[in-house]
């Protein structure tokens, strides 16, 4: 059994700020984890991924994620928040492995101010 | 893009109508998702195949909800008898060989009337 939790609906920061969206998972294996982002009007895309390699995991447009298995999270940040940011930002667990059914948190939308 | 197209892309439906979208992966991906995003809500899972593998139903919302894929490409999402509640951008996602990455169309708007 797998679940995802993300611990804010809503985050907004100042351009230039630090980003940190939270996101706790529950899992009886080593999971993978994911972040996505879903900018107004626009598709889903693939934020950034962890696979049991590197804890640390760099993702494009300058946001990162730590995977900590003693706290059971996957928070993902940002050092300085830019306008573009703004969007809806899920965390996905799933089992190891191809192809296996994956878990959605309910999003964290983030607002970025000028 | 992310190789998935999904038609049509919005659906204006009056309840009791029976919809069926459909998506369009790329081939050479052997796994498919369907969600369902309601208004201001996350992802809600709905159906996954894989392969020849027999498909995991366990999200469909109730009976009136089916889908089919032929081989490793079209899929349709069937939705009889449609309700207002079942409003929602429905997504379609391909799965990359090897790994849990999912890439998604853009999703088929649909609105119950």
């Known amino acids: 059994a797998q679940s995802v939790t993300q611990l804010d609906s809503h985050v907004s920061v100042s351009e230039g700020t630090p980003v940190l969206l939270r996101c706790n998972y529950s899992?009886?294996?080593?999971?993978?984890l994911f972040w996505y982002v879903q900018h107004p009007n626009k598709g889903l895309q693939l934020l950034l991924k962890?696979?049991?390699?590197?804890?640390l995991v760099k993702g494009i447009n300058g946001f990162e994620a730590e995977f900590k298995k003693s706290e059971t999270s996957f928070h993902l940040t940002k050092p300085s928040a830019h306008m573009s940011d703004a969007a809806e930002y899920f965390c996905?667990?799933?089992?190891?492995?191809?192809?296996?059914?994956?878990?959605f948190g309910i999003g964290t939308k983030l607002q970025v101010i000028p | 893009g992310a190789g998935v197209s999904q038609s049509p892309s919005n659906k204006v439906t009056e309840k009791g109508k029976d919809v069926e979208l459909r998506c369009d992966p790329i081939?050479?991906?052997?796994?498919l998702y369907w969600y369902r995003q309601r208004l201001g809500q996350g992802l809600e899972f709905l159906i996954y195949f894989q392969g020849n593998s027999a498909p995991d139903k366990s999200g469909l919302p109730s009976d009136r909800f089916s889908a089919e894929r032929t081989g490793e490409s079209v899929s349709t999402l069937t939705i009889q008898r449609t309700q207002q509640e079942d409003s929602a951008v429905y997504l379609c996602?391909?799965?990359?060989?090897?790994?849990?990455?999912?890439?998604f169309g853009p999703g088929t708007r649909l609105t119950v009337l």
């Open positions: 081939s050479g991906h052997t796994a």
């Open positions: 962890y696979t049991s390699a590197a804890t």
């Open positions: 996602a391909r799965g990359l060989a090897g790994g849990n990455e999912q890439f």
């Open positions: 899992s009886s294996y080593s999971p993978s």
């Open positions: 996905v667990v799933s089992a190891p492995g191809g192809y296996q059914k994956v878990t």
